[in-house]
């Protein structure tokens, strides 16, 4: 069964950092893509990025720029790292892999306020 589990969320200030952490078991996790989406409160949930397996990489425009996704395959773990955050980065942050059938987890609450 795929598991995924994020953390790494908490409170901050604005322009300040934060990482977010998923820890996938269950599959081969070097050779899944995974996403990272938000959902803001009153808000439909937005892609924010994508690693594959080669580590391409793509991100939405908001966080173009300030955010880095990566991946340790020995780790089994996908990491969002998260520059100069405001408070419109305010969210519930999910790990995914496989779209929107795919496996999700529970994810990590993100706040961004002075």
């Known amino acids: 069964q795929v598991q995924l589990v994020e953390s790494g969320g908490g409170l901050v200030q604005p322009g300040e950092s934060l990482t977010l952490s998923c820890v996938v078991s269950?599959?081969?996790?070097?050779?899944?893509?995974m996403n990272w989406y938000r959902q803001a409160p009153g808000k439909q949930r937005e892609y924010v990025a994508t690693i594959g397996s080669s580590s391409t990489i793509n991100y939405s425009d908001s966080v173009k720029g300030r955010f880095t996704v990566s991946r340790d395959n020995d780790k089994n773990t996908a990491s969002l790292h998260m520059n100069n955050l405001t408070p419109e980065d305010t969210a519930v942050y999910y790990c995914?892999?496989?779209?929107?059938?795919?496996?999700w987890g529970r994810g990590t609450q993100v706040t961004v306020s002075s």
């Open positions: 269950g599959i081969n996790f070097r050779w899944h893509t």
């Open positions: 995914n892999t496989g779209g929107d059938l795919g496996s």
